[in-house]
């Protein structure tokens, strides 16, 4: 019979690791996509297509006329106030905290929790498959109502706003916000799905301190989600009259930026998972 | 305490749920074979499993599995498998697409898994229920396949934490029978269960536990003897009973004798089994009594928890 290991570090197995993160991915992706519970996720992503396509039909009747020009900002609205703070974080925070706090309900963690996998790989493969699955909803749903804002138009005209010329940088700008969305606020909900025992009460907190982001003074702003992503939206849209503006911050902080945040929750994660005990059972 | 590597070694662990105690200052070292845990509801089984795996880390003491501290999942997990309690599985997986997935997660290649995993539902005979979804299996299915999630990765140390529990009694002595072949195979098996006298065909030795302490541990008759303040019984089936209570009497470490309804045997109780089975021999030889059997009456888990714990526990 072997022994075992004993306390010794053992040395990084990155072919293992990546193969169990795959493994895990694997499971979560199953999951997220085709789980009862993903429903709510479908029904989150189909508000803004309905609102787009019943604008759509508007247009194409010759009930309400507007250029393409007008459409972007209408879409700059309808994207910052609608997708990014409503769909994308409530999906987020869907998705997110149901990681491992989703998995503390179904009483199900313990079977990670008795695979021989590093915490760590179990919390990057988990936060991994709540990012491709975040970016695989919202995206194609960005990519969606992007097309059907354009569609009243014609095939060309659509094509060209969301593909050539300048349409391209427009398209892959709200792509790009949308990817990082998942990115900040995946990170955020994360750490309150393993940081508290009702991750509710901070989605709620966390989105009341997004939704007055415009109100708050310029230092504040900056200690939220939302501002870096309007940061870095193609076009500006009012924050309204009693808005305190701050500049926004370049692309090339606020992208690192969300990247740093999104490794210092991964760390945070990792400190918490490894201590973390299951015990949703009584002798 | 050294490390034991072919051991389970708790070195004055004790675990506390913030003022709730789970278990205290248990010291204890589990070897290979049928290891069982008996006590009553609350009494720290559960506990001390959840401890031995990782799932739960103790308030103060130290835990080692072969060598293995138990903070080292992707050590100890190669070398343990646990069948928990808890009646829940990941949503829409089949049986098959269950043990498959996790043994992916425990790293093995797909071939290998695939293998492993047909293997495992061989062994708790759910080959034909493979393709199901586990939502739609049995109470005693879903016992079987936490079972073979359990042993699929082929591990030295096995806990089942009431594997018997909803089985048919069928199935039951099919998994009791897996059981004895696992143990056979050199591997550790811990086990708790709430029927005594299952307890009692399968297991090598005991732990006893009461109010989160181990009152009691080794093998059943060991832990019998020690418990001095109940006189051991004896059940001596013979042809002439009287003759031989009338001869047993006079001796200071009988306590009761008692002739058994079908007046064919005598049950004895004794402060010293060694001294009462030398008298035995001596009276047999003296006396010319035919003897059928000689069997202790009460060394089992059901009178040994009994004498311990004070109730007569779950026999179901």
């Given at each position: 019979?072997?022994?075992?290991a ?46 787009l ?26 994207y ?8 994308l ?9 149901n ?19 590093r ?49 391209i ?6 792509l790009?916000?949308?990817a ?35 109100l ?19 076009i ?40 973390a ?7 | ?56 880390r ?17 050590l ?6 646990y ?12 049986g ?28 708790v005979?759910l080959?034909?229920?493979a ?22 990765h ?40 709430h ?10 030795r ?24 109940h ?13 031989l ?7 200071d470490?009988v ?62």
């Amino acid at each position: 019979m072997s022994t075992g290991a004993g306390a010794a570090p053992t040395p990084p197995q990155w072919g293992l690791w990546s193969q169990q993160a795959l493994a895990v991915l694997r499971i979560e992706l199953r999951k997220v996509f085709w789980g009862k519970r993903s429903f709510a996720l479908y029904l989150l992503c189909l508000g803004p297509l309905l609102l787009l396509a019943g604008r759509a039909f508007v247009l194409w009747r010759g009930w309400v006329r507007e250029d393409p020009a007008a459409a972007a900002v209408f879409y700059a609205n309808i994207y910052q106030s609608f997708v990014l703070r409503f769909v994308l974080f409530f999906g987020c925070a869907w998705i997110f905290t149901n990681l491992f706090r989703g998995e503390i309900l179904d009483r199900t963690l313990h079977f990670y929790f008795l695979s021989p996998i590093r915490r760590e790989v179990l919390v990057v493969a988990k936060f991994c498959s709540g990012l491709i699955a975040a970016v695989t909803f919202f995206g194609a749903t960005t990519a969606a109502t992007l097309v059907l804002l354009y569609a009243p138009y014609g095939a060309s005209t659509a094509v060209e706003r969301v593909l050539g010329g300048s349409g391209i940088g427009t398209s892959v700008a709200y792509l790009g916000v949308t990817a990082l969305g998942c990115l900040g606020y995946g990170a955020v909900f994360l750490a309150t799905g393993l940081l508290v025992r009702n991750p509710m009460i901070p989605a709620v907190a966390i989105l009341g301190w997004e939704s007055i982001n415009f109100l708050l003074p310029p230092l504040l702003k900056k200690l939220s989600v939302i501002y870096y992503l309007v940061s870095l939206c193609p076009i500006p849209i009012s924050q309204g009259p009693i808005a305190l503006m701050a500049d926004p911050t370049p692309a090339w902080i606020s992208v690192p930026g969300l990247l740093a945040l999104t490794l210092g929750v991964l760390l945070v994660a990792r400190w918490r998972i490894r201590d973390a005990e299951i015990s949703y059972g009584t002798d | 305490m050294s490390d034991d590597l072919n051991g389970i070694d708790f070195e004055n662990v004790s675990k506390f749920y913030g003022d709730v105690l789970g278990v205290n200052r248990v010291e204890l070292t589990i070897p290979p074979g049928i290891t069982s845990l008996v006590g009553p509801n609350g009494s720290g089984k559960t506990t001390l499993m959840n401890l031995m795996t990782g799932l739960l880390r103790p308030t103060r003491g130290r835990i080692r599995v072969l060598g293995i501290p138990t903070d080292r999942p992707e050590l100890l997990h190669h070398r343990v498998g646990y069948c928990t309690a808890y009646d829940s599985f990941p949503r829409a997986l089949t049986g098959y697409q269950f043990l498959y997935s996790y043994l992916r997660v425990h790293g093995r290649a797909a071939a290998d898994a695939r293998a492993l995993t047909w293997r495992a539902l061989e062994r708790v005979n759910l080959t034909d229920a493979a393709e199901r979804h586990i939502g739609a299996y049995s109470k005693g299915m879903r016992q079987r396949i936490k079972l073979a999630q359990a042993i699929a990765h082929e591990p030295t140390v096995l806990i089942l934490d009431e594997p018997l529990n909803g089985l048919d009694p069928m199935v039951r002595s099919e998994v009791i029978a897996l059981l004895r072949e696992l143990a056979h195979e050199g591997r550790h098996i811990v086990l708790s269960s709430h029927i005594l006298h299952e307890v009692d065909l399968v297991s090598d030795r005991v732990v006893i536990l009461s109010q989160g302490y181990v009152v009691a541990e080794g093998s059943i008759q060991s832990v019998r003897r020690e418990i001095v303040e109940h006189p051991i019984q004896v059940l001596v089936r013979c042809d002439r009973p009287s003759l031989l209570a009338s001869r047993i009497f006079e001796q200071d470490h009988v306590v009761e004798a008692k002739i058994v309804e079908d007046r064919r045997g005598l049950l004895v109780h004794t402060r010293d089994a060694d001294r009462f089975y030398l008298l035995l021999n001596r009276i047999v030889v003296d006396s010319g009594i035919r003897v059928e059997s000689v069997a202790p009456a009460d060394e089992d888990v059901q009178a040994v928890y009994q004498y311990l714990v004070g109730s007569e526990g779950g026999t179901a």
